[in-house]
């Protein structure tokens, strides 16, 4: 299977391509791609080309565009809003989410999240973010790359949601409505997000405020999920209900 980059998008605007910093390290050095080597690269926003290796250099590859490449995005957007978990859960849980075809990821800083986070902090914590969306897209050989923000509290992120969006609410303490009854009425042409809370979960309170915002309460069967696993048992439920898990490609 041909390695998979990412470039610029103004370079899929030309005929001849450079591979050049960290990619044109891990391509020439690590990676020791050959002249005539077939590879295919994306721009991170659902464009991605065939191409051919032309020189190898120290550093750097040149390669030549050959024809468009049908796009792997999946049918349907999907956020997840994600309550920040301790340790290095959430570069798992961005990583993961990243294979599964997620749209963006917004970490949140909710009641019972136990981090503290400054404003440096914070940016140096979105930056790493950031490259394991970017490394988790192309080991995938994605096509987009997604959207990785925060932290930010749940009230910004409730407000500023469209209202087209179907927000979708996993909550332990829901035992009347169950995802899959929710998911059989849903439209998939409509924008959907899943919130999910720290360890600890959300509190009452967060669950109302999701709910007063349009938010549908749901449970995800008889046993406790940890953070790091609900959000992608989610989403892998939402992919493959939304035709793009499991289906013909």
Sequence with gaps: MAHHFFIPPEDLQQKTIVLTGETGHHASRVLRLNLGEEISVADGRGSSFRARVLAVRPGEVVAELLEPLPSNDPPLS?????????????????????????????????????????????????????????????????????????????????????????????WEGEREKGLREVLAAVDFSRPVAVLIGPEGGLTPEEVDRARRAGGIVVGLGPRILRTETAGLACLAILMYEGGDLGGSW
Aim: with cysteine.
């Design 78 to 170: 999907i956020t997840l809003l994600q309550g920040l978990p301790k340790g290095d859960k959430m570069e798992l849980i961005i990583e993961k989410a990243t294979e599964l075809g997620v749209s963006r990821i917004v970490g949140l800083l909710t009641e019972r999240v136990i981090i503290k986070l400054d404003e440096g902090a914070a940016a140096r914590k979105r930056e790493r973010w950031c490259k394991v969306a970017r490394a988790a897209a192309r080991q995938s050989r994605r096509s987009s790359i997604p959207l990785v923000e925060g932290p930010c509290s749940l009230e910004e992120i409730l407000e500023e949601m469209p209202p087209e969006t179907l927000l979708l609410v996993p």
